[in-house]
């Protein structure tokens, strides 16, 4: 059943606060939000920001991952847990922009397999998944390389010219360890939801 505006816009408004909370909850207790393996800690809150995006819609997906960006840098500044929080999750290109991706790459590639598969929209909703983590993991990578490439390197004791294949291990490694969490806990989570809230997708 798809809410009219009057309806729908207290159940917008609600859910983002829900998830925010969720957001925040995840941020600031650490085994909630992350698994600790340096350099790199595996995230698992990029899953509250697909699921943000896949219940309601691609911009309040961003918004979501906005706000998770917004809460690292935060997170970063006044709780580094190690140097390289401070040299890298202080950069909003770094700790902000690849979360807001998140919920535009889920969003579009949710419309596209919506179309490929028009009547397995579980089959949809976890091939967005999967998108969606892979799009946080390689624009942060990405961005350390561009960014941060030699100090980071120098971090993890790895040389400049093996920092490319470093990374490429991590998105083999944890990237696909994301990736795979969100394909199954994601519908597990949206599917139920979308119910609960009588909400259509309105990416």
């Known amino acids: 059943m798809k809410l009219d505006q009057k309806q729908s816009d207290p159940h917008r408004i609600a859910l983002l606060g829900i998830l925010t909370a969720i957001i925040l909850i995840q941020n600031f207790v650490p085994f909630l939000g992350n698994i600790p393996i340096p350099p790199l800690n595996p995230t698992i809150i990029h899953i509250t920001v697909i699921v943000a995006t896949l219940t309601m819609s691609t911009k309040d997906g961003m918004i979501i991952g906005g706000i998770w960006g917004i809460t690292r840098m935060v997170r970063a500044y006044t709780m580094p847990a190690t140097p390289l929080d401070l040299m890298l999750w202080t950069n909003p290109m770094i700790a902000l922009v690849p979360r807001i991706l998140i919920g535009l790459f889920t969003g579009w590639s949710y419309a596209l397999f919506k179309r490929l598969f028009p009547k397995r929209d579980k089959l949809a909703i976890a091939s967005a998944s999967v998108v969606g983590s892979f799009t946080?993991?390689?624009?942060?990578?990405?961005?350390?390389?561009?960014?941060?490439?030699?100090?980071?390197?120098?971090?993890?004791?790895?040389?400049?010219?093996?920092?490319?294949?470093?990374?490429?291990?991590?998105?083999?490694?944890?990237?696909?360890?994301?990736?795979?969490?969100?394909?199954?806990?994601?519908?597990?989570?949206?599917?139920?939801?979308?119910?609960?809230?009588?909400?259509?997708?309105r990416l």
Do not use: C, M
Not at 139 to 163: C, H, K, R
């Open 136 to 201: 946080n993991t390689i624009f942060v990578l990405l961005f350390i390389y561009l960014f941060f490439g030699e100090p980071y390197a120098q971090a993890i004791d790895v040389d400049i010219s093996n920092l490319a294949g470093a990374l490429g291990v991590i998105v083999g490694t944890n990237g696909v360890a994301e990736a795979i969490a969100a394909a199954i806990i994601v519908p597990l989570i949206t599917v139920p939801l979308r119910k609960i809230t009588h909400q259509n997708n």
